[in-house]
């Protein structure tokens, strides 16, 4: 019932930009936390970016703060990474997830993420590179 697509990644020079759409669709709880999360080759999935329904905070990580920015269109259901000033580093498949029990920061800095795997979209390819 619950699905999440993402949507927006590509190939992009060093810092150059790019915006991640996910759609989510098959709930309306009255709170809920949706991530951006990153998974790069050999390496384990990390948290990105989350936001709260509930009162619209968010969290970023270290590696992204002052580049990305998370945002929420209520209306369309949909939430936004904008990305910039990429770096090679960010190279990754982009993933969004849903969550009800956690806060945004919670969900976000969890390691090994812990989001069941019926409650995350199927990725989105970002290559920065010259």
């Known amino acids: 019932q619950l699905q999440l697509v993402e949507s927006g990644g590509g190939l992009v020079q060093p810092g150059g930009s790019l915006r991640l759409s996910c759609a989510a669709s098959?709930?309306?709880?009255?709170?809920?936390?949706i991530g951006w999360f990153r998974q790069a080759p050999g390496k384990e999935r990390e948290g990105v970016s989350c936001?709260?329904?509930?009162?619209?905070?968010?969290y970023y990580a270290d590696s992204v703060k002052g580049r990305f920015t998370i945002s929420m269109d209520n209306a369309k259901n949909m939430v936004y990474l904008q990305m910039n000033s990429l770096k090679p580093e960010d190279t990754a498949v982009y993933y969004c997830?849903?969550?009800?029990?956690?806060?945004?920061?919670?969900?976000?800095?969890?390691?090994?993420?812990?989001?069941?795997?019926?409650?995350w979209g199927q990725g989105t390819q970002v290559t920065v590179s010259s």
């Open positions: 936001i709260s329904s509930s009162d619209g905070s968010t």
């Open positions: 098959g709930f309306s709880f009255d709170y809920y936390v």
């Open positions: 997830a849903a969550d009800w029990l956690m806060t945004e920061q919670a969900m976000c800095i969890t390691r090994p993420p812990s989001i069941p795997l019926d409650y």
